[in-house]
């Protein structure tokens, strides 16, 4: 079946079942492979985008499901201030270890920034419980993201 999904501002015509996850239409179909598969279960965040500006879990988001929703990747998330400022942050205090999840840390970051411009640890921890850092970076994310807010 065509869908035409709006991803980065670019309408991209796709020949996909409805059920298709939205993760393996960017990476397969459409060649994006910023967004990274982890678990396949929408439980540790390495798959993350943003649908109409939420964060939502691309392996278990299916094409249908996205409707007419504009969809963000980690390849155009440094086009909105809160990206911008994170990706900046990420550097300047040298977040990234292995590097795997950091596409999907950055994005539920943002996520948290456009609705809590200036985010208390608590609010920190409960927007990125859902991300997982197998190397254990938390501290230098909560750090770059109080970075990136300015706090």
């Given at each position: 079946m065509a869908f035409t999904l709006k991803i980065n501002g670019?309408?991209?015509e796709v020949d996909v079942d409805g059920d298709a996850p939205l993760l393996w239409v960017l990476r397969d179909v459409l060649g994006m492979t910023g967004t990274k598969f982890g678990c396949g279960?929408?439980?540790?965040?390495?798959?993350t985008v943003?649908?109409?500006g939420q964060a939502v879990r691309s392996c278990q988001t299916t094409i249908d499901s996205v409707g007419d929703g504009a969809v963000t990747t980690i390849e155009a998330i440094g086009q909105v201030p809160?990206?911008?400022?994170?990706q900046k942050a990420w550097l300047e205090l040298e977040?990234?270890?292995?590097?795997y999840?950091?596409?999907?840390?950055?994005?539920?970051?943002?996520a948290l920034l456009k609705d809590t411009p200036k985010?208390?640890?608590?609010d920190i921890d409960a927007a990125m419980s859902g991300n997982v850092c197998r190397?254990?970076?938390?501290?230098?994310?909560?750090?770059?993201?109080?970075?990136?807010a300015g706090v």
């Open positions: 670019t309408p991209h279960q929408a439980l540790c965040g390495a798959c943003h649908v109409d809160q990206g911008a400022a994170l977040v990234v270890q292995c590097g999840c950091q596409s999907g840390q950055i994005m539920s970051a943002a985010p208390t640890d608590d190397c254990g970076t938390y501290q230098r994310i909560r750090a770059a993201i109080k970075h990136a």
